[in-house]
């Protein structure tokens, strides 16, 4: 079954470190892979997507994710974080299917930024 | 671009009332709205696939007759809870759909009494 996994719960840095989220899915094939950032009693907010081509994925906000293939890996990078960064990260896939999408999101990371 | 809004933001209503929240799409049509809801600290739980011009998808579990989906124009899907009851209190989100890719409005508030 399709499915996606952000090992992270949660993480803690501190500002002006770097971060990595991680997120893994399964999928026998490439999938469209998603980030999105809330803010707490807010909606989402579309960070970068991946569907094909480049597979290093620049976004909003000073926001980059690697699609990685063999590691079945779409990870969130930021070389050096703000105070405002700090929310809950959802990773999501795109499964395409005969004409259909089926969404599948992963159970999020939060992110908190010390000063 | 890409701007989905919700209304209303935040509903107190008392129980086995019915509650209707809107979900539009502000400067694209979208054929596809999802509806999903969320619990504090966890992640957005699918409810439902909203089509325009035709019957929504309910995921597993939703009950359809007491989240009514409608989804009349490329705008604009509502979902009405009807009946509510105090379990029914969550923060739903709507989302629409344009070149693969979903654009999620900024969530409803509702805490039924």
């Known amino acids: 079954a399709q499915s996606v996994t952000q090992p992270d719960i949660h993480i803690t840095v501190s500002e002006g470190a770097s971060l990595e989220l991680r997120c893994n899915y399964s999928y026998g094939a490439t999938p469209y892979l998603f980030w999105y950032v809330q803010s707490p009693g807010q909606g989402l907010q579309l960070l970068l997507k991946?569907?094909?081509?480049?597979?290093l994925v620049q976004g909003i906000k000073g926001f980059e994710a690697e699609f990685k293939r063999s590691q079945s890996s779409f990870n969130l990078r930021k070389p050096s974080v703000h105070w405002s960064d700090a929310a809950e990260y959802f990773c999501?896939?795109?499964?395409?299917?005969?004409?259909?999408?089926?969404?599948?999101f992963g159970t999020g990371t939060r992110l908190k930024v010390l000063a | 671009g890409a701007v989905v809004s919700q209304h209303p933001s935040w509903v107190i209503c008392k129980s086995g009332t019915s509650v209707k929240i809107e979900c539009r799409s502000l400067d694209f049509q979208a054929t596809t709205m999802f509806w999903y809801r969320q619990f504090p600290k966890q992640s957005l739980m699918l409810m439902a696939t909203?089509?325009?011009?035709?019957?929504?998808?309910?995921e597993q579990g939703v009950e359809k007759d007491k989240f009514l989906i409608n989804h009349a124009s490329l705008t604009l899907s509502t979902l009405t809870v009807t009946s509510a009851h105090p379990e029914d209190s969550s923060f739903y989100i709507c989302s629409a759909t344009m070149s693969d890719t979903q654009y999620f409005g900024p969530g409803t508030r509702l805490t039924v009494l």
């Open positions: 909203s089509n325009e011009g035709s019957k929504a998808t309910y």
């Open positions: 991946y569907f094909s081509g480049d597979t």
């Open positions: 999501a896939v795109v499964i395409r299917r005969m004409g259909t999408y089926k969404y599948i």
